[in-house]
């Protein structure tokens, strides 16, 4: 018993020790974290990745530094940082994780956190990602805008391609699905095609994970699936609401998938993602899952995959001479590139535009995905009634001025 009660004392002991110390370092940290030097240089970091219209900002530690990226229109830059960042980067991620309610002690496990800022004037929404490495704690801030609008108008949509996507999202009921890598503007086009239709006669509703961007008038869930709040059991619950109008983030299994056709196929307008690379691959995908040909047929609207190209500099916009790149499509064209100068800060463009490849689901397209068709074969079809792959879009931006034959290649991997 003597043994057994020494022991539990030592027990004891150690627990309130340890209090002790994680106690003092709470207190060390958050008074370091909130010092008027450490304050002000994460401030300037936010306001200068602001200036140089970054979306998100990247601290990661070394060996023998930290580096600091910004990601700039899709690509990631290196940012040249005080002296002192190393000396103080414990500090920063220690304010950073106060900025956003995170535990600034646990540096042991992935955290993610969420704060509403005001930089020069503005308010600023940031996601902030904490996960441990080797060298200490890596940090990735999203910057999102707050009250952001969203309008076709604004997606670098031609005439032709507008068109289409209006007279799509008037259905009164199917499915269309957006297709294209993380970070492609799928979110984007898909609030863009929802604050068209929000009115006050309709009922909108969405099933997100995260929730990108507050729409007003519309209801937006975020999914919890470490409760069992899952997209399917989510849109389940949705049907009771009411709905006229449904967005399901993105379909990953059989049972949301199964979930969304069929619901669309009861009066309900249905927007969602798949992963699929480009349009004509979409119902191919689909059945890979399990859904059944006759209802991926009689209930999806269209398949629309795209991309985000970087627009030239309107600043240091020059004629490029002697172009060698896809000359099959741009012989005798004039072919544009930006030099470089202080407004897009050397790097010759400003700001992204998309291209993208609608692919309509007619009659025919619907027999073939009856046949079970490969994705080539419906590709084929589709171009003969017009259809334009994302190649042939981002020509079509390169002739217009708007982009590269450089940057082209590199979104689209030709």
């Given amino acids: 018993v003597e043994e057994i009660l020494e022991e539990e004392e030592k027990k004891e002991g150690a627990e309130k020790k340890a209090a002790t110390v994680s106690g003092v370092e709470i207190e060390d940290l958050e008074k370091i974290a909130k010092d008027t030097s450490v304050v002000k240089l994460v401030n300037q970091m936010l306001s200068d990745a602001i200036n140089q219209r970054a979306t998100d900002i990247h601290i990661e530690p070394y060996r023998h530094n930290v580096k600091v990226r910004y990601r700039i229109d899709g690509i990631l830059y290196n940012i040249q940082m005080p002296s002192e960042i190393k000396r103080l980067y414990q500090a920063i991620v220690s304010r950073i994780k106060i900025l956003s309610n995170l535990n600034v002690v646990e540096r042991r ?32 801030v999203r910057i999102l805008p707050v009250n952001l609008m969203f309008s076709l108008s604004d997606l670098g949509l031609d005439d032709r391609d507008r068109r289409v996507i209006e007279e799509l999202i008037t259905k009164p009921h199917g499915i269309i699905f957006l297709t294209g890598p993380t970070g492609s ?75 969304s056709i069929r619901t669309s196929l009861t009066g309900h307008l249905i927007f ?89 689901v007619d009659d025919e397209i619907r027999q073939l995905i009856m046949n079970k068709s490969s994705a080539g074969d419906i590709a084929k079809a589709a171009h003969r009634k017009g259809f334009r792959n994302l190649l042939e879009a981002g020509v079509d931006k390169i002739k217009q001025g708007i982009t590269t034959p450089e940057e082209v290649i590199r979104v689209v991997g030709v």
């Fill in 109 to 140: 496990l992935p955290q993610d956190g969420r704060a509403i800022v005001k930089i020069q004037d503005k308010q600023v929404d940031l996601r902030i990602s904490v996960i441990p490495s080797i060298y200490g704690e890596n940090v990735v």
């Fill in 185 to 259: 503007g799928k979110t984007t086009t898909l609030y863009a095609c929802l604050s068209r239709l929000n009115k006050e006669s309709v009922k909108i509703i969405t099933i997100e994970d995260p929730v990108e961007c507050e729409l007003e008038g519309i209801t937006q869930i975020q999914v919890k699936p470490e409760i069992g709040f899952t997209f399917a059991n989510a849109l389940r619950s949705i049907l009771r609401h009411d709905p006229d109008i449904m967005m399901v983030g993105e379909v990953r299994d059989f049972e949301t998938a199964e979930l």
């Fill in 272 to 360: 969602s993602t798949l992963h699929t690379n480009y349009a004509a691959s979409g119902a191919t995908r689909l059945i890979d899952i399990g859904i059944e040909p006759y209802l991926i047929s009689s209930s999806v609207l269209a398949f629309i995959s795209q991309r985000l190209v970087r627009q030239i500099c309107p600043y240091c916009k020059k004629e490029k001479k002697n172009n060698t790149l896809l000359l099959e499509h741009l012989s005798g064209q004039k072919v544009y590139y930006g030099t470089g100068c202080p407004k897009c800060a050397n790097l010759g463009y400003m700001g992204r535009t998309a291209i993208y490849e609608i692919l309509v």
